[in-house]
């Protein structure tokens, strides 16, 4: 079991704006870490989407934010679109951690 | 421009070792941790280990026994071995590239900004 959790998968239809949570685990790591989101589309390499809670790297529409709280991560993804289908990870570095990269078991996005 | 390419065989006998290396083009190889991460068919993304341009390295803890990695600066490349490979370890494997930034109260942190298109690979005899 990840020290991230998400929800295994989230809908929505064309337009609609969408949230993908990322929680951390107290127990294990502190509250004070910064998450990244990659975007995975089919058949295809993860790609960056949003690192330290909330910075788009160059090219990524601002249709994408991301949002962290204590423990609790979020993505999300406004006016979605059909290309926005994909699996989403959320990912820590914590070098307190036995396995200081971890990733989210991953959320998949479906547009209805 | 960034690009990373996985490279080896496809296809590797129970028991016997995984080999794969990542070649890097565009950019720097220092100052950046070098990693690989793996997915199991329909599965979710595991870390399995990082080196620094130095050599150092960070393995999962759950892999660390099976796993070796080295790099060759001269050739901008890194390498991973993963020996008495089971069918479990059926995999896409990605070579990633992170790079760092700090948070607010100093500590470094870690994410992966450049990916490989990936490599499957099948274990079976």
């Known amino acids: 079991q990840s020290v991230l959790t998400q929800p295994p998968s989230v809908s929505g239809a064309p337009g609609q704006r969408v949230t993908i949570s990322c929680i951390g685990s107290s127990s294990h790591i502190g509250a004070d870490f910064d998450v990244h989101w990659y975007q995975q589309l089919p058949g295809t390499a993860p790609k960056l989407l949003i690192y330290a809670n909330n910075v788009r790297p160059s090219g990524v529409p601002d249709r994408f934010s991301g949002s962290k709280s204590g423990t609790s991560a979020s993505l999300a993804i406004t006016g979605l679109q059909g290309e926005d289908e994909a699996d989403y990870y959320c990912?820590?570095?914590?070098?307190?951690?036995?396995?200081?990269?971890?990733f989210g078991g991953g959320t998949k996005l479906t547009v209805l | 421009q960034v690009q990373l390419q996985e490279s080896g065989p496809g296809l590797v006998k129970p028991s016997e070792t995984l080999s794969l290396t990542c070649t890097v083009s565009g950019g720097s190889f220092s100052v950046y941790y070098w990693s690989w991460i793996r997915q199991p068919p329909g599965k979710g993304l595991e870390w399995i280990g990082s080196i620094f341009h130095s050599g150092s390295t960070n393995y999962n803890p759950s892999l660390k026994s099976r796993v070796s990695m080295s790099v060759d600066t001269s050739v901008n490349q890194f390498s991973l071995k993963l020996s008495s490979v089971t069918a479990a370890d059926t995999a896409t494997y990605y070579c990633a590239r992170a790079d760092h930034s700090y948070d607010s109260s100093g500590s470094r942190y870690y994410y992966f900004d450049y990916w490989g298109q990936g490599s499957l690979v099948s274990v079976s005899s």
């Open positions: 990912q820590t570095y914590d070098s307190s951690l036995s396995d200081p990269w971890v």
